[in-house]
């Protein structure tokens, strides 16, 4: 055999030919390729393949016939033929091995599947010729290809098996005899296959065919293994049969990896449930039963809500063990006759994780739609329970989309789009909650699209634009500086709330892109209003959760900053509590490096995330601004304006200066004066302006206060 093996295949179908070459070339085989079995004779012929994969359906000569011929060419007897063939009846198997077949696959294959196959076919066939051809020790050669050999005389009774035969069946052999009884082989074989196994030598004695058959042994520590079992017949002169000459070869690691290839083809590693492949088999099936039997079914698509926060938070790992959990109540969810998912093909499969945050239930013989409603119901409470992570309670809810088979789509693709706009409805509706799709769902989806294309020609059209809203000094009532806000001004929709195209952005990936338009658009209005006089007025500028992942952030930052030629110092980059935490070290690392540029820095949000103070002390930050959620209910003396009190104190203590959001109201105002806050914004003060009208707003409160401070 070639340091490189030949492997001919021989398909009437062009297509599966090229996808076969394409599996085995990767397998790192050369391959040579026939239409028809008579040109499957002649290329053997001419240029003796290592091994043989054989259509039985083809025009002309089929599978059969030519594997039998082959067999009769010289040199035929012995190279490795896989059957491939779509007949998995037992009669089809049977006589693909009484023309001499190996081994068979049946169609449609995995290629991945295909391509080991075909190595440990190769391999076998290795190990068998080279014992042949080189009268290599038979131990060793055994020992190497996991082989042992056996020959059972007819006439005597008397069975021999190799060394390497007892270690295989887990018998301790006497190291003086390597004999034992037929029946004692028989009797390590697992009891559901020893009557095949038997019967197939027997009848291989009475017809003269090879024996070849995959089955289980026990063994003495109870593990069961899985061997092929090959197996000759010799005949004398007068043609009656006087032995049998078989090998034995443990295949138990080739029949895990298959297992293992097969389980990450079909199933989600981190839940270990199906994946989407084998979720659309099972939904294909299932319509096609219910076109057969007229019941009723439906397909949940679960979408975690706002679970990239909560991975954002408490970081990846967190988030997988709750996946994991979710998952798990899921299971209990369902219940046991709408046939939960299992590990068995056998098993009709309802359950899966599509990716992310994304899980998908199939219910089946379904009395009524509302009998979906009642299991999704069963499914929200469940997940509504709180979860334990690290000693912390984490509430995760969800919004589900219900689509009915048959009445929603009679596909799978149609079924799941269905229902991911049911899912979209029900977020809509505040989320912790359900819809089921209907035709003006569509409507709402198309507008989506719509919105999402013009999102991505927003740019290149110029339509967005900075609006700035002030920030106050709380003691000297004067502006010391403004957020950069980004607005959508739409040619035909016209402004769109950032509330809307942001975590749009996010989802489509026009986040980053974004982000850096704000920067250098803030960047430019800081260099303009220097120029007229307004130079000390500083500009905060959000950076988003994805910018700051990137891994050029500050080389990015530094190249807009040359080019715009923007002070460092009279600019604020802001980032949320969450992002921060969500990688802490390289937020440290990151603004270390922006500090020593010469940026002022603030966590943004701050009381909404999950800070830890010792983080707090090594980030070189400047100001900490307290989230409108805290300042809403400062007059209240709630729990809220509690948290906002404390924040106060806490950052002073750390001698950082706070900004309160959202400040709406004269008590608003009066609390946080007098628990000492530094400055604030919000309505009370001004809306977001134009930057036009920040300029002419920052004139005119000095106007008044010159006056003033000359009387004083």
Not at 198 to 204: H, K, S
Not at 288 to 294: D, I, P, S, Y
Not at 602 to 612: L, V
Request: proline share 3%; with cysteine; charged share 25%.
């Amino acid at each position: 055999m070639n340091s490189t093996p030949l492997a001919l295949i021989v398909d009437d179908d062009i297509t599966l030919r090229v996808l076969a070459r394409e599996a085995l070339e990767q397998a790192g085989c050369r391959v040579e390729d026939a239409a028809t079995g008579e040109e499957a004779l002649d290329a053997f012929q001419r240029e003796t393949p290592d091994i043989i994969l054989l259509d039985v359906v083809m025009p002309g000569m089929d599978g059969f016939a030519t594997c039998a011929a082959l067999r009769k060419l010289p040199g035929g007897a012995s190279v490795p033929v896989l059957i491939m063939t779509g007949l998995d009846d037992v009669k089809s198997i049977a006589t693909a091995y009484d023309a001499g077949a190996t081994d068979f696959v049946t169609k449609p294959w995995n290629a991945l599947v295909l391509s080991h196959r075909v190595r440990y076919m190769l391999r076998a066939s290795q190990a068998v010729t080279e014992l042949l051809e080189r009268e290599m020790s038979l131990a060793e050669a055994q020992r190497i290809a996991r082989l042992g050999n056996w020959k059972w005389n007819l006439s005597t009774n008397r069975f021999i098996a190799s060394t390497q035969t007892f270690r295989i069946l887990g018998i301790n052999a006497d190291p003086y005899s390597t004999t034992l009884s037929f029946e004692e082989f028989l009797g390590h074989i697992h009891d559901s296959d020893r009557p095949a196994v038997e019967t197939g030598i027997r009848q291989a004695i009475a017809t003269g065919a090879p024996f070849r058959q995959d089955h289980r042994v026990h063994m003495p520590t109870g593990d069961v293994r899985v061997v092929h079992h090959y197996a000759e017949v010799a005949f004398e002169q007068g043609g009656a049969a006087t032995s049998v000459v078989g090998t034995i070869q443990d295949i138990t690691d080739q029949k895990k990896a298959e297992a293992q290839i097969h389980f990450l083809s079909n199933y989600d590693r981190l839940t270990q449930l199906p994946n989407r492949q084998l979720f659309q088999d099972r939904v294909t099936q299932a319509l096609v039963t219910q076109k057969r039997h007229e019941t009723q079914g439906a397909i949940l698509l679960v979408n975690l809500d706002r679970f990239q926060r909560i991975n954002d938070t408490l970081g990846p790992k967190c988030g997988d063990t709750i996946l994991r959990e979710v998952a798990e109540r899921l299971l209990h969810c369902v219940r046991q006759s709408d046939s939960v998912a299992r590990h068995d093909d056998q098993e009709p499969i309802t359950l899966s994780r599509l990716g992310g945050d994304e899980f998908t239930v199939l219910l089946t013989h379904l009395a009524s739609a509302q009998s979906a409603a009642k299991v999704t119901q069963r499914i929200l409470e469940s997940l509504n329970a709180p979860y334990q992570i690290d000693g912390r309670q984490v509430v995760v809810t969800a919004s589900i989309g219900i689509a009915l088979l048959g009445q929603d789509g009679d596909d799978v693709d149609t079924l799941l789009r269905n229902a991911d706009a049911a899912v979209h409805a029900a977020q809509e509706k505040g989320r912790n909650t359900y819809q089921f799709y209907s035709q003006s769902m569509n409507v709402a989806l198309a507008e989506r699209l719509s919105l999402e294309s013009d999102l991505r020609q927003a740019l290149e059209r110029s339509e967005f634009v900075l609006y700035y809203q002030p920030q106050v000094d709380i003691r000297r009532w004067e502006i010391v500086g403004v957020e950069a806000l980004i607005r959508w001004q739409h040619p035909v929709r016209g402004m769109v709330s950032p509330m809307t195209f942001i975590p749009l952005a996010e989802e489509v990936g026009l986040i980053d892109q974004i982000g850096q338009w704000v920067l250098r658009t803030a960047c430019a209005q800081q260099v303009a209003w220097g120029a007229y006089g307004l130079g000390e007025v500083s500009i905060a500028v959000n950076l988003s959760g994805v910018q700051f992942q990137q891994a050029n952030l500050v080389e990015s930052i530094r190249t807009i900053v040359r080019e715009t030629g923007a002070n460092p110092a009279r600019l604020e980059l802001e980032l949320t509590e969450s992002t921060a935490m969500h990688d802490a070290e390289n937020a440290v690392l990151v603004f270390q490096q922006l500090k020593t540029m010469g940026f002022s820095l603030s966590i943004d949000d701050f009381g909404t995330g999950y800070s830890s103070l010792a983080y707090l002390k090594r980030f070189p930050i400047d100001t900490i601004k307290i989230d409108r959620a805290f300042v809403k209910d400062l007059a209240s003396e709630s729990e809220q304006a509690a948290i906002a009190i404390a924040i106060i104190a806490m950052a002073h203590g750390l001698k950082l200066r706070v900004l309160a959001e959202g400040v709406e109201t004269q008590p608003q105002l009066d609390i946080l004066r007098d628990q000492g806050c530094d400055a604030i914004q919000g309505y009370f003060f001004s809306h977001p302006l134009p930057a036009d009208r920040v300029e002419q707003l920052i004139r005119d409160l000095r106007a008044k206060a010159d006056p003033e401070r000359r009387a004083a």
